[in-house]
């Protein structure tokens, strides 16, 4: 460690101007970040909380891991090590106490301080229900609730179908030889299911798709948002540590800054809602039920937080719809005496495919089909990284720790699903764990399966739950139904080996679809 020496002092001090200066503020420099490193190992409200030293002495080691976006593989590593709660940066913790996700982001009662959500990370949000403040949050989340209502669902079945059908269409015009009868063929099931949940998506939140399973590729808005997950992790990451550099990159360097493009899809949006408005019609999609519900207080939403609504919609309804359905195909494509119980149920549930919709897939109690969905969402959880709150004014008391005010409160799907502590054979594919009605649960041990979370919980959990549940149902459902699935490539079998952000960078994932005979 460096040591302000008084000798060495004087001795550059002395020294020609060139050298003196360079040599006094790396002096210095050396005994400020000597003094902020032994502030946070020894005289740190956190100095007690388990975790490597590294990693509690400066916040460099987990920006590394966020920018080469493999934090939740370290953060999983560290808790293995250390337990169920890790200093992960000076001033951050880290949990897979199943416990913190209703202490951290569980309901709070009235007048009760709120973990809020931490403002690097959730900040381009601010005008919509996903970043914004508790007050607004409410509004915002009472407004939105009417489109996701059982009314409103059973409204938007036509509309979803429509793209289901699209989706099974295109791939029975890859799945057919040239005198149309049935023949194999290998198509990306990741590109695809995209498509299908940006289209429904694009529907709902914009009143008309984005035409990807039409013309069988990604629309530029589409494309757009998937490549800014990667530079979006770099802008938190400048947002830690340098909260005002964002101007500066904007102006000088506008090309690469996401902010730019932000700026380019909000209009594309704001263009998109004008559009829809002037129909004039009662289409039970988001927009209807963003600009005729009123809040408590009796206000609307303004046409800035209508857009802002909407654009989050897209990303949050539709990617992590396509990662789940992605993560279930690689899974039954990797498991065949799996697959083969599933296609047992899906085919003995139903006598055409038509059959197969929204209604009578809920109706028709898919239970091993669940735990498919649920055991796949476990082991490739579609958000996969830490949603970080800050602890609430005043600190709490968490999982046995006194936790300071604004202290990072991270809680990883990825680390709490493979925990040694939370689940039996944590790495293994197993829907099993999940049919504990069925008795088949009891082989495993279920006391810290409320682990599993991959809506997140509380007040600020995800809205869309029971939307996902049953597209990824539907289309699950006409898959087996039409389909086997073998995994094609060496570079599919990796599948699961991706970077990630917020989201997954996900890799194409080619299944060879053979089709059943009837
Ligand atoms: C498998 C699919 C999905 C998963 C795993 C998922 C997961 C999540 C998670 C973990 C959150 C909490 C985010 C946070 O704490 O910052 C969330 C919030 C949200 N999700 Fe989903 N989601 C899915 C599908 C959907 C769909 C289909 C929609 C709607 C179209 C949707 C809309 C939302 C909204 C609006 C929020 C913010 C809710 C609030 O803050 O009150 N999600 N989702």
Not at 266 to 295: G, H, N, P
Not at 371 to 400: K, T, Y
Request: some cysteine.
């Amino acid at each position: 460690m460096a040591v302000l020496n008084t000798d060495l002092l004087l001795a550059i001090l002395q020294l020609p101007h060139c050298l003196k200066w360079p040599l006094v503020a790396i002096t210095f420099g050396n005994l400020l970040a000597t003094s902020y490193i032994t502030h946070n190992l020894l005289f740190h409200p956190l100095r007690t909380v388990p975790g490597p030293k590294l990693w509690a002495a400066t916040q460099i080691p987990y920006t590394l891991g966020w920018l080469s976006g493999r934090l939740p593989f370290a953060i999983h590593q560290l808790h293995e090590q250390y337990g169920d709660v890790v200093r992960v940066a000076p001033n951050r913790l880290s949990f897979t106490h199943p416990d913190a996700y209703h202490s951290v982001r569980g309901h709070r009662k009235s007048g009760q301080g709120e973990h809020g959500k931490e403002p690097a990370f959730y900040g381009i949000s601010i005008k919509n229900i996903l970043g914004a403040s508790r007050a607004d949050h409410a509004r915002y989340r009472r407004i939105l609730s009417h489109g996701f209502s059982a009314k409103s669902m059973q409204d938007q079945q036509p509309l979803i179908m429509r793209y289901v059908e699209l989706l099974m269409r295109r791939l029975r015009e890859k799945t057919r030889g040239e005198g149309g009868e049935p023949r194999e063929a290998v198509v990306d099931l990741a590109a695809w299911f995209n498509f299908a949940t940006f289209d429904v998506i694009g529907d709902l939140a914009f009143g008309e798709p984005f035409g990807c399973l039409e013309e069988s590729r990604y629309h530029p808005w589409v494309g757009a948002i998937l490549h800014g997950v990667e530079q979006f992790g770099m802008m938190v990451a400048v947002q830690w540590y340098f909260p005002g550099l964002l101007g500066f990159i904007k102006r000088l360097a506008p090309g690469r800054y996401i902010g730019v493009q932000i700026d380019v899809q909000a209009e594309y949006a704001r263009k998109r809602i004008t559009e829809r408005l002037a129909l004039d019609t009662d289409r039970a999609d988001f927009v209807q039920a963003m600009t005729t519900a009123k809040s408590e207080d009796g206000t609307i939403l303004t046409m800035e937080e209508v857009t802002s609504n909407a654009r989050m919609l897209v990303l949050a309804g539709s990617e992590t719809t396509a990662t789940a359905l992605s993560g279930a195909a690689f899974f039954l494509a990797t498991h065949p005496e799996v697959q083969k119980r599933l296609a047992e149920e899906v085919r003995s549930s139903f006598t055409t495919e038509e059959e197969i919709d929204l209604l009578s897939v809920n109706q028709a109690n898919l239970r091993y089909m669940l735990a498919v969905l649920d055991e796949s969402m476990r082991l490739f959880p579609p958000v996969p990284n830490a949603l970080p709150r800050a602890c609430q004014p005043g600190g709490d008391v968490i999982c046995g720790y006194q936790v300071p005010e604004g202290t990072g409160l991270d809680i990883l799907p990825w680390a709490m699903s493979y925990s040694t502590r939370n689940f039996t054979k944590p790495n293994e594919f197993l829907p099993d764990r999940w049919l504990e009605e069925d008795g088949l649960g009891q082989q495993f041990d279920q006391r810290r399966h409320g682990a599993f979370q991959p809506f997140s919980v509380g007040a600020r959990n995800c809205i869309g739950k029971n939307l996902a549940y049953v597209e990824m149902r539907v289309i699950l459902a006409r898959l087996i139904w039409n389909y086997d699935l073998v995994l094609n490539d060496r570079m599919s079998e990796r599948f699961l080996d991706c970077k990630c952000f917020n989201l997954w960078i996900k890799k194409p994932l080619n299944v060879r679809l053979i089709p059943v005979r009837k």
